[in-house]
């Protein structure tokens, strides 16, 4: 059984869209928990950490519910250059765990 | 600062050839791991290092060795290179173990022929 599971996609949404995507983890020891993006052949960069209570940067939603052991990510107004790759992760026992990534793209 | 560093960036090795990939963070984090990426397979960890002088063994650990006789610096080491070795291998660094993001450097594109 896979740590981190996501939809892999492909999300083809038009430009000022609304997006979610979902993923769940099996282990509940699981300590943080984050959101990364990743660009065609580059590394993996972050996008934002995820917190119990919920947080939010600009046009970026997430959410944690750890009693469901689930994670999302809400992207709202979609922008042509928010099309990318994007793992959930999640941290436990000194390991980052991540899953296959979500392919988003924004089409114009 | 210049982050995590790997070199190379590209490496075309023949089966059986051995070879290291460098990994080497100026941030002063404890924590420096090595992942490989195939393609829609997502990054999977070979090996990780809690601080110098210390690693443990990832989810793919065979066929890699690795060292970490400085903060700075964690190479990996590839001996008698196979086909299924051919990924892309990331390098990553975190200031601690939770609560905080892993760092990567741009990765080594590594083909076996």
């Known amino acids: 059984r896979k740590e981190v599971e996501q939809d892999p996609g492909p999300f083809n949404v038009p430009e000022g869209a609304t997006v979610a995507f979902n993923c769940t983890y099996s282990?509940?020891?699981?300590?943080?928990f984050f959101w990364y993006r990743q660009d065609c052949r580059k590394e993996p960069k972050l996008l934002m950490s995820?917190?119990?209570s919920g947080n939010e940067d600009g046009r970026f939603t997430a959410q944690l519910n750890r009693a469901s052991q689930y994670i999302s990510l809400l992207i709202r107004d979609s922008k042509l250059s928010d099309s990318a790759t994007y793992l959930c992760?999640?941290?436990?026992?000194?390991?980052?765990?991540f899953g296959t990534g979500t392919s988003l793209t924004v089409i114009p | 600062n210049a982050g995590v560093t790997q070199t190379p960036k590209f490496r075309i090795l023949k089966i059986g050839q051995s070879m290291t990939l460098q990994c080497t963070q100026d941030?002063?984090?404890?924590?420096m791991y090595w992942y490989r990426q195939d393609p829609g397979m997502g990054l999977k960890l070979i090996y990780y290092?809690?601080?110098?002088?210390?690693?443990d063994k990832g989810e793919v650990p065979n066929g890699y060795n690795v060292s970490r006789s400085t903060t700075e610096d964690f190479p990996l080491r590839l001996e008698l290179a196979a086909p299924s070795q051919t990924s892309v291998y990331f390098c990553?660094?975190?200031?601690?173990?939770?609560?905080?993001?892993?760092?990567f450097g741009q990765g080594t594109r590594l083909t076996v022929v």
């Open positions: 992760v999640v941290n436990m026992d000194n390991q980052f765990y």
């Open positions: 290092s809690v601080g110098a002088g210390i690693t």
């Open positions: 995820v917190y119990s």
């Open positions: 990553a660094s975190s200031y601690r173990a939770m609560n905080t993001e892993a760092f």
């Open positions: 941030m002063n984090h404890n924590y």
């Open positions: 282990n509940s020891a699981s300590q943080s």
